[in-house]
């Protein structure tokens, strides 16, 4: 049974950084692709970055720069360093697990593992 629950959420002013965690377990993270994704509210859940079992990663135009998706498979554990947070970074945040060849573009519909958020408010 695949377990996926995030950490780290939290207030934050803008400028500031958060780190978030996503710890698995009921499989290995070697083996799948990972991701983050964030839903603000009244508006669709988006892609904020994703990284492949080699290591390679994908991220939203709105973050690139400023956030850094990152796992360590002998941890089960995927992180998101974000920082220069803004107002409009202020989401719910969830990471997500695939095996989808596609990973890199971001699309909820290719990630089949969810799991259940941690917010981020940025003020």
């Known amino acids: 049974h695949v377990q996926l629950v995030e950490s780290g959420g939290d207030s934050v002013q803008v400028g500031g950084s958060l780190r978030l965690s996503c710890s698995g377990s009921?499989?290995?993270?070697?083996?799948?692709?990972m991701g983050w994704f964030r839903q603000a509210p009244g508006k669709k859940r988006e892609g904020v970055a994703a990284?492949?079992?080699?290591?390679?990663?994908s991220y939203a135009d709105s973050v690139t720069g400023r956030f850094t998706i990152s796992k360590d498979n002998a941890k089960n554990t995927l992180y998101l360093q974000m920082n220069s947070l803004k107002p409009e970074d202020t989401a719910m945040y969830y990471c997500?697990?695939?095996?989808?060849?596609?990973?890199?573009?971001?699309?909820?519909?290719?990630?089949?593992?969810w799991g259940r958020g941690t917010q981020v408010t940025v003020s």
């Open positions: 997500a697990a695939t095996k989808s060849n596609e990973w890199w573009l971001l699309r909820e519909a290719d990630f089949f593992y």
């Open positions: 009921g499989y290995s993270y070697s083996s799948y692709c």
């Open positions: 990284i492949d079992s080699d290591g390679s990663t």
